[in-house]
């Protein structure tokens, strides 16, 4: 799993897949989606797809996949080192989204949440795979919001794929728990090997980036800026990070927020519907001679 270009997106997304197996191009597929640090406050949000002959179910089972959450760091990173040594047979797909891109996102003009991202994103890997050339057949989801309504979403956009989205998928289907385990591990080694585009930082003593952990909170607070707020490592749309930045930094007043004077109109005024003119203009000829029309003899 090569990383290496992650400090180019540390304000964006970076994709990261293994070459498709041959196999995976003629056999009907199965396909399983999960993530990794949906909630934390600290470092980046994972994807990760994994897929596999049907036939190679047993094979998947057989390598320990289970809900990596459930799993020591060193176990997961032994279970990807046996994902990649079975790489003729299985392979992955991950994501990283970065916290500078979750916040911006979020804190758009557009409402655009976090399990929209979620969903947008986990379309995005299915589709991928399906453009390399896998032979997908069945998809298992690991779900975010109302898995009724989620798995309604991808079987209209997927009609001809057997999906089933569904809350623990990672411990229900042996290839959810396979990309459950690649999105750990590659969430992991982001927040061991992330190197600050801003200087004087260090996450030794983060804590496990959650917003309820003490020691995360003690750093946030600790490594904001009183003018300039946190550094891009942090998902500065969270309540947790709003809060510390109302309470430590510098208050700033802008123009549009001020009292407005009087006769002078909002900007957005300007943006507003109006109703469009239902009578008909009066041909020129009538105004050049002085012509009105009258309502009465």
Known sequence: ????????????????????????????????????????????????????????????????VADSKQLKESDREEILEKIHENSEFVGYCVTVLSPNYLSTSMLGREN????????????SLLRNIISRGVKVKDVYVDTVGPADKYQAKLSALFPTLNITVA???????????????????????????????EKGYDISESGCGYPSDPKTKKWLIENVDEVFGFPQFVRFSWSTAEKIVDKHCVRVSWDDEEEEEENIPKLNSFFKRVKKQTEIPRHRFYHEQGLTSLTGI
Not at 23 to 46: F, K, N, S
Not at 112 to 123: F, K, V
Not at 170 to 190: E, F, L, Q, T
């Open 1 to 64: 799993m090569d990383l290496s270009q992650l400090p180019k997106h540390s304000h964006s997304l970076l994709t990261v897949e293994t070459p498709v197996p041959v196999c995976t191009q003629d056999q009907e597929c199965c396909v399983g989606i999960d993530e990794a640090g949906r909630g934390p406050v600290l470092g980046p949000m994972v994807y990760g797809i994994a897929y596999c002959p049907v036939s190679k179910i047993p094979d998947i089972e057989a390598l320990g």
């Open 167 to 197: 809350s623990k998928a990672d411990d229900k289907y042996p290839i959810c728990g396979a990309s459950s385990i690649c999105a750990k591990v590659c969430r992991d080694r982001c927040m061991n090997e992330w190197q600050f585009p």
């Open 112 to 123: 655009y949440n976090l399990n929209a991202i979620s969903h947008d994103t986990a379309i």
